[in-house]
């Protein structure tokens, strides 16, 4: 789904932006506290409808403030310090003299800041300040965006991609998902026809057990792929020891680490298909082909581990294969 790559790919470049702010802030690099204060600015116009600008524009080192919107009577910090007395520092600023009036915004660029919405804050010059709703983090802005419309969504994309998209990108390094995703868009998969081996009751069970008939069709859909995957991976292992157990590996990864995090198993299954998309989008050794057919191929890969036992909980004497 394109709604998918968009919002994963905004929280990576900022979420790796965050990292990077805090890192180089240790050793007193803050180059990129400077720019990302223009960044930021322009996100949260896109976020917020606010046309927020850089203070620096109309007056260098505004203590304590570093945007300005004076058509919604706005001003905003943009801070990787994240404490009640750096807050508390800016609101006793006497440039809240000047803009009387205003509502104050923290934004915490590197840090979460949670823990601060439940505090009271001292405000000598009884600036616009609400403490739920005015400290911002990186994870407040996830969350709208994840909310978004599609095409407004696809415009923040579009954003972060000009500002980060070169910048802030990972080290890449090659995985063994990319290889078979690479050998699966080799291979001719119109023709598939269920696998004799698929015991088709078997697999019902497990999807009742489970509580993921609302996936039933997909799974119906992919599991006929299994004796061609099967194949592929006899393949891919005559290369060496453990290379398709390190894919089913890293596919019962994602399902035990979010696991607890979804709030059904239709989401659990389709969160598994989405992050397992975006680690092979990260690989160094991904060979790009079209979203769709790439999608095509993931399914087949979580739909395959479903099957055979590495995702989800068995019913009691489960046996995917018929006996012959």
Known sequence: MNRSKYFNYI??????????IEKRGKINLLDLNIYSETFFAELMNLLFGLTLVNMNILKQNVEGIDLVDVNHKVVAQVSSTCT???????LNKDIFRKYSGYRFIFVSIAKDATKLRDMSFIN??????????????????????????????REVF???KKELGNDVDLLKVDTNLATIINIL?????????????????????????????DVKDTIDDYKIFYQK????????????????????????????????????SKELFYSIIDNITKIIIESKNYIEIPYEELELCVCILVV??????????????YSHVIAG
């Open 304 to 317: 395959d581990a479903f099957i055979r036992c590495k995702i989800f909980k068995n019913p009691e004497g």
């Open 229 to 264: 995957l099967d194949e592929k991976y006899a393949e891919f292992d005559r290369e060496g020891s453990n290379k398709s157990f390190s894919v089913f590996q890293i596919i019962k990864k994602q399902y035990t680490m979010h696991q607890h995090e979804k709030a059904n």
């Open 158 to 160: 579009e954003f972060v």
């Open 124 to 153: 000598p010059h009884n600036a616009v300040f609400s403490p739920t709703d005015d400290i911002v983090d990186i994870n407040t802005l996830l969350n709208v965006i994840l909310s978004m419309e599609i095409d407004k969504q």
């Open 185 to 213: 868009a080799n291979e001719n998969l119109a023709n598939c026809i269920e696998s004799p081996e698929i015991n088709s009751f078997e697999i019902d069970k497990k999807i009742t057990f489970n509580d993921l008939s």
């Open 84 to 90: 009640k007395q750096k807050i508390e520092g800016s």
């Open 11 to 20: 929280e990576e470049k900022l979420e790796v932006l965050a990292r990077r």
